[in-house]
């Protein structure tokens, strides 16, 4: 709904109906009760992440309320996500409401994107690691309504270290490179910071 409310000119009568029926939904929302987000200590200490092969996969999420990859966050980028080997490859055609300049995607909805498709690569390896440092090169306009692929691997590591590398195309053009470096840490360390479920 997002994307088709920044694509179409309402008038003053339809903006007052639209608020006033989202104002209803929303109160509706706010009554429910609260999420508890909480993570499987068995499940982290034995930390693996599946992502499947292009061949098995039509639609595939990493949290369902990921901004980027989450089908049930409305607000997100809704991309698809799937392994080519050691690679990892999300696409997604960014709407509307993503566009910074006219017709570009805005560049921070390219680099949370680049972003989570460079995690991936952590999560195929086994590991849980955060961004330490993320590099882009914005190397052509990135399309809005216009299908797009990231695809990232890792360079090399070094202890904990992991440098991923990226690049976003949009048909057969590179639109964006990336490089990144991201920190390997362990789930225990991790769970300090979170509610956890115990086993």
Do not use: C
Request: no cysteine.
């Amino acid at each position: 709904m997002g994307h088709d409310f920044v694509a179409h000119d309402l008038s003053d009568a339809q903006l007052a109906d639209v608020v006033r029926r989202l104002d209803e939904l929303a109160e509706v929302v706010v009554a429910a009760a609260p999420r508890q987000r909480v993570i499987s200590r068995e499940g982290l200490a034995n930390f693996t992440m599946v992502v499947p092969a292009s061949d098995t996969v039509v639609k595939h999420q990493l949290f369902s309320d990921s901004v980027v990859s989450g089908g049930a966050n409305p607000m997100g980028l809704g991309a698809v996500l799937w392994r080519d080997g050691d690679a990892a490859v999300m696409e997604v055609t960014l709407g509307s409401a993503f566009e910074g300049a006219p017709g570009r995607a805005h560049g921070g909805i390219v680099a949370a994107l680049v972003d989570e498709t460079m995690g991936l690569v952590n999560a195929i390896g086994g590991v849980l690691a955060f961004t330490a440092q993320l590099d882009i090169k914005y190397v052509a306009p990135v399309p809005v309504n216009e299908p797009v692929i990231a695809r990232a691997w890792l360079a090399r590591r070094h202890g904990r270290k992991h440098y991923v590398e990226a690049r976003v195309t949009a048909g057969d053009t590179v639109v964006v490179t990336a490089t990144a470096l991201f920190i390997a840490m362990d789930p225990q360390k991790f769970l300090e910071h979170v509610p956890v479920e115990e086993a």
